[in-house]
């Protein structure tokens, strides 16, 4: 059985075969600052994700675990992005949370309102 090396720079990827986001910041054409430019995008989405729908007050030892936990879980989350539209799922996540945010937000606001009228 013979196993065959493969160099980075003899694998062709073309724009086709990438999600959006990763061929708008051009994975193709430069991987490595395309990788982490990528990482760094789901970094930011996640985070906006997790405090619009997840985060309560929490102490700061277990904040930075659960931050660590997203930092890790995000470079996972980026070998995937190259080809499957994770940024562009969690900026509909986002736009989802945020939504029923500001809803719930006039929802309080209505309801305070009601109580202090009557």
């Known amino acids: ?21 990763a061929g708008a910041l051009q994975v193709h054409e430069n991987p490595i600052t395309g990788f982490w430019l990528l990482y760094v995008a789901i970094v930011i ?10 985060a309560r007050k929490l102490p700061i030892l277990k904040n930075v675990i659960v931050y660590s936990g997203l930092l890790i879980g ?6 995937f992005a190259i080809g499957m539209p994770v940024v562009e799922s969690l900026i509909a996540a986002a ?7 500001i809803r719930l937000h006039r929802h309080k606001k209505e309801q305070h309102n009601q109580e202090s009228t009557v």
């Open 1 to 21: 059985m013979t196993v065959a090396a493969v160099n980075p720079g003899d694998v062709e990827i073309t724009k086709e075969q990438l999600s959006w986001i």
């Open 45 to 54: 989405m996640s985070i906006i994700v997790f405090n619009l729908g997840f």
């Open 74 to 79: 995000a470079l996972i989350l980026t070998i």
């Open 95 to 101: 736009l989802v949370l945020g939504i029923y945010r």
